[in-house]
């Protein structure tokens, strides 16, 4: 074989050579590349379905804030309806001992009335006597003697009269001052009914105790429903709280998601571009 020959031959070997590492080299980038891709598909499955489990949890953490909002709103309307009913008892057993107190004042007074104008009528009734007697006197005096000064009859006699009227007068006030003993009484007892069911109505809505264990527990309309407006208004807290919890993480995840996808998106067409180099060479 000339020495030219041997060059030509050693030249085709050199380029063989050459091709198969050059093919051997984009091959490994390739498998390189298909395995990035691989790792970023299992990474964007990976976050998607973390964003789905969190979308998930905020959606059932959401339903449960909307639960506790309406539950909230209607214990809330049922404390200021029972604080109402407390409020209102309060005053009517305020108002109720005061007009209780003042009917006491005004039985007292009319009592005291009924027995000066009984003390009245003893000595006005002692007067007409005395009148009657003297005028019934002074008139037989008259027949022994006319001496007697008819206008002095007249006198005893208009006197009689008039102390009778006022006798009679005396009697109406009187039956009056028991007319009114009788009303006061009335209106006491109706009013005295009135404060202790007020005060028991009160103590119903406030003040209504049963024995757990060796302590005593208020179980009363008043303390039940504030109670269940602070638990309903703490558990909004918590789940508000939760929910926002929640968000935070589902909106980490999809950022995460999204770095992923568009590092998939990369990966792939750099993949892509690969292979057709590949092809093309």
């Not at 309406?70 to 409020?87: A, D, E, F």
């Not at 006597?129 to 009859?153: C, Q, Y």
Request: aromatic share 4%; with cysteine; net charge positive.
């Amino acid at each position: 074989m000339s020495n030219q020959t041997s060059l030509q031959v050693l030249q085709r070997n050199l380029s063989s050579n050459n091709r198969y590492g050059i093919t051997e080299r984009k091959k490994s980038e390739i498998d390189s590349l298909a395995l990035q891709v691989q790792d970023a598909e299992y990474q964007v499955e990976l976050y998607q379905s973390i964003v789905s489990s969190m979308t998930e949890k905020a959606n059932y953490f959401q339903k449960l804030l909307t639960i506790a909002d309406n539950t909230r709103t209607q214990t809330l309307s049922n404390q200021k309806l029972v604080n109402q009913l407390v409020y209102n008892e309060t005053v009517l057993v305020k108002n109720s001992n005061i007009t209780f107190n003042e009917i006491e004042k005004a039985k007292a007074k009319t009592d005291v009335l009924a027995v000066n104008i009984k003390i009245m009528m003893d000595k006005l009734i002692y007067c007409v006597e005395v009148i009657n007697k003297l005028s019934i006197i002074v008139t037989r005096k008259k027949a022994v003697n006319p001496l007697i000064s008819d206008e002095l009859i007249t006198m005893l006699t208009t006197a009689g009269k008039d102390a009778n009227n006022v006798v009679a007068l005396a009697l109406v006030a009187l039956k009056s001052t028991f007319a009114a003993q009788a009303s006061n009484m009335e209106s006491k007892a109706a009013i005295e009914l009135g404060y202790i069911q007020s005060q028991d109505m009160l103590k119903l809505l406030t003040n209504v105790s049963v024995s757990v264990g060796k302590k005593t527990k208020n179980v009363s309309l008043f303390t039940l429903l504030n109670t269940a407006y602070e638990d309903a208004k703490n558990n909004y807290d918590i789940i508000e709280d939760a929910l926002a919890r929640a968000t935070r993480h589902l909106n980490e995840a999809q950022r995460h998601l999204n770095k992923a996808q568009v590092n998939l998106t990369s990966l792939q067409s750099g993949l892509a571009a690969a292979n057709a180099a590949a092809l093309a060479s």
